[in-house]
């Protein structure tokens, strides 16, 4: 008797494939979603990563809000302001903490001048390289006691006066005003309460109230950018001022924008990507040369961001391209500036 035929293996289904992968695709998106909605504790995930680099790297890096901390403090004993000013940190940066009776008059906005040094060292601290790319906002805050005068009709004045003075000194001293913001909260923060459960009044509660608060935290990715191009702009501002104006007397007669953007042949030797840079160069004069002189700003910076684009690509060979692109936008910056004024 025949042995019966084995029927061959049969193959199993996958259908569970779809399902776990819609199911692991479901959970990315759960964490992408509570990651965008998260709330950093910067201080605290800057110290992580330092640790982390400390002990797995063997190093000891230290970030730039813990030198920031280190800085303000130094800068607070060397001045010897540290019964009036403390140095800490909240879960965004560095916090600043200034005791208004120690740098405002009573019932007063101004600065005393005793404490215009500390402010001004502080402020040097602040416009240095290292820090440009933190906010700087300053809060001012009062006690519950009421004020009524001319000039401070209620303590919502005095406290945005107070924070203000402070930042109008920080603009004096170089620190970019982009940066800058002042607020005032009245009494409505207070660190202690002001009064006992009876309702009377506790001085030395009043004047712990009784404060200017700096906090400095690192921009957002969409902060530094837009800083960043407001600096850049205003460089190029300045660049173009520094052009002394020639003296129309003994000035030679204008060149036209074909003479002062030639469109020379490409020199020997090009390598392939300085071929395609001269052909960007060679487009972005010929669409100068069609539109001719630009009659607003607006024009100008189209251009002017076509040829940053370009800026990574400069060579040696393509050095004149270059120089005679960046001299146009200059001196018609320049004029459109004079035209303006």
Known sequence: MAAPKSEPP???PEDWLTTFADAITLLMAFFVMLLTFAEFDIPAYEELTSAVAANIGGRD?????????????DLVYEMQADQVVTVGTDEKGVVIELQSNAFFKPGSAEIVPAAIPVLKKLSDTLASPNYELYNVVVEGHTDDGKISTEQFPSNWELSASRAASV?????????ARERLKATGYADTRPKVPNRDLEGKPIPENRATNRRVV???HPMSLDERDAYIRAQEFKRRQEEA????PQDQKSAAPQQSIEQRLPIQPAPQALGPDETKTKAALDALKREIIAAGAPQNMNTLEEWQLKFDNLASQRTDALAKDYEQIGAFLNQERQRLSQAAN
């Open 10 to 12: 049969r193959d199993e």
């Open 61 to 73: 890096k230290q970030t730039t809000t813990q030198s920031l901390k280190i800085d303000a403090q």
């Open 167 to 175: 930042v109008r000194l920080f603009e004096e001293n170089s620190v």
């Open 214 to 216: 700096l906090r400095l």
């Open 241 to 244: 001022k520094a052009v002394a």
